[in-house]
C-alpha cells in the first residue's frame, strides 16, 4: 500500500469510522477496489498522478455505479495532508446511503423451514 492507502486504513480499518466495517483490496468484478464498505455500497479510492484522466478508471468506475456502488476518489496528497477533510466526506457518504434493512422480529419472518 501507498502511505495515503496505510492512512487512510488506519483511519477506517476495524469500524474505527462510525462503527462501520470496511475492507481493503476487494475484488468486484473484474476490478480490484482499495476501501469498500458493502452495506453503503461505498468504494474509497486513493489517487497518484497515474489516475489524472485517466480512460480506464472512467470504464472501472463507471461499471461499478452500474452494480450499485458510489465512488469516492481522493488524491493522495489531499489524503496525507489533509486527512480530516477526507474522513469527514466519507462519513457524509456514509451516513447518506441507505442502511440495510433490520431483519424481522423472529415471529414475524413468517414460517420456518
Do not use: C
Amino acid at each position: 500500500m501507498t502511505d495515503a492507502e496505510t492512512l487512510l486504513w488506519r483511519h477506517l480499518r476495524n469500524h474505527r469510522l462510525d462503527g462501520r466495517k470496511f475492507r481493503r483490496q476487494q475484488p468486484i468484478g473484474p476490478y480490484i477496489v482499495d476501501f469498500v464498505h458493502f452495506g453503503a455500497r461505498l468504494i474509497v479510492e486513493a489517487d497518484g498522478g497515474q489516475h489524472l484522466q485517466s480512460v480506464h478508471d472512467l470504464q472501472r468506475d463507471a461499471w461499478l455505479r452500474s452494480q450499485g456502488f458510489n465512488i469516492l476518489r481522493f488524491w493522495n496528497d489531499d489524503i496525507l495532508l489533509r486527512s480530516d477533510a477526507v474522513l469527514e466526506m466519507i462519513w457524509q457518504a456514509l451516513r447518506a446511503s441507505p442502511s440495510p434493512p433490520a431483519p424481522l422480529p423472529r415471529g414475524e419472518r413468517g414460517a420456518e423451514p
